[in-house]
């Protein structure tokens, strides 16, 4: 029993390369040491040997490989190409500067002239107009020109409100023409008033102008007078249903009740808009006089009749 077991049979001895040629020390050619007993046999013949070979060793790299000051072979084609580009560049740049600096001439002559450009700004949804109260107006003046703003805005809801009258008694009545004379009010109203009276009354405030002071009262009194026409709306024009006043209101209230009640809005909407333009020109005239506008103003007048006569 104990020669029976004493060898190890893990045990294997000299190390063999199952790949050399020679195979181990003692044993024929492509024979292994272990014989495996009778659950392994080994065919010697059916494996070829395998040859000792190496993997190929990689190319050297460049010397100058990890140098970021070495050369770089461009060629012609691709350096002439970035050139062209460097000069397309400089060309478009250089042409950059020269209407930048042409911009920058135009802007300080205008700022010299004291022209100022005026950017819409007003309303802030669909800006149509400037209009930059806080920041242009003196704020001594500033209630003053949100008061006359006020009246151009209640000038356009009146006008407004006068076409939905007179539509009501256009389907009452079926006279269409009423109805064209008060579309017409509506367009030419509105910015009527803005280019005659408000814009000249807000640069008069903005650049101490008395020449527009004296633009802003002749048309101002005239906006006055319509105003004052409208709400009595005398029967001049188409019995003066075209205008939703007083007068057209009691006529329309007994035949058409829904149209003389719309009439009769009108007519406080004109009231209210007559009293408050009313007091905003005797404002304005008050500022006029106090800071010696009219004065500047009759010598201006002056120098143009001398001018007109030499």
């Not at 100058?64 to 691709?78: E, H, M, Q």
């Not at 005239?285 to 010598?299: D, V």
Request: proline share 6%; aromatic share 14%.
């Amino acid at each position: 029993m104990a020669g029976r077991y004493d060898s190890n049979p893990f045990d294997e001895g000299e190390e063999v390369n199952p790949f050399s040629d020679g195979g181990g020390k003692g044993k024929a050619a492509g024979q292994s040491k272990f014989s495996g007993g009778s659950f392994y046999t080994s065919n010697t013949g059916s494996v070829p040997p395998a040859s000792n070979s190496r993997l190929s060793p990689l190319p050297p790299e460049p010397a100058d490989f990890y140098n970021p000051t070495a050369s770089v072979d461009i060629s012609l084609d691709s350096a002439s190409d970035l050139k062209k580009k460097e000069r397309e560049l400089q060309a478009k740049e250089s042409e950059l500067k020269r209407r930048e600096q042409e911009v920058r001439r135009k802007e300080e002559a205008v700022a010299r002239a004291g022209i100022v450009i005026e950017e819409k700004n007003w309303p802030p949804f669909f800006p149509i107009i400037h209009h930059d109260i806080a920041n242009e107006i003196p704020i001594h003046l500033q209630k003053l020109q949100y008061v006359a703003f006020t009246t151009l805005l209640g000038l356009a809801f009146a006008l407004l409100w006068n076409v939905i009258a007179v539509t009501t008694a256009w389907i009452k009545q079926g006279d269409a023409k009423i109805w064209f004379l008060a579309i017409i009010y509506f367009i030419s109203g509105v910015p009527g008033a803005y280019v005659l009276w408000y814009r000249p009354l807000y640069r008069a405030f903005r650049n101490e102008s008395a020449l527009k002071f004296g633009w802003f009262f002749l048309f101002y009194m005239l906006h006055i007078g319509f105003v004052i026409f409208a709400a009595v709306a005398p029967p001049v024009v188409f019995k003066g249903k075209s205008l939703a006043g007083i007068l057209p209101a009691v006529d329309l209230i007994g035949e058409h009740v829904l149209v003389g009640i719309f009439y009769f809005i009108g007519f406080g909407l004109f009231c209210v808009e007559a009293v408050l333009s009313v007091w905003v020109i005797q404002q304005v005239y008050m500022y006029f006089r106090g800071s010696g506008k009219a004065a500047e103003m009759k010598q201006q007048a002056a120098r143009g009749v001398m001018r007109a006569a030499i």
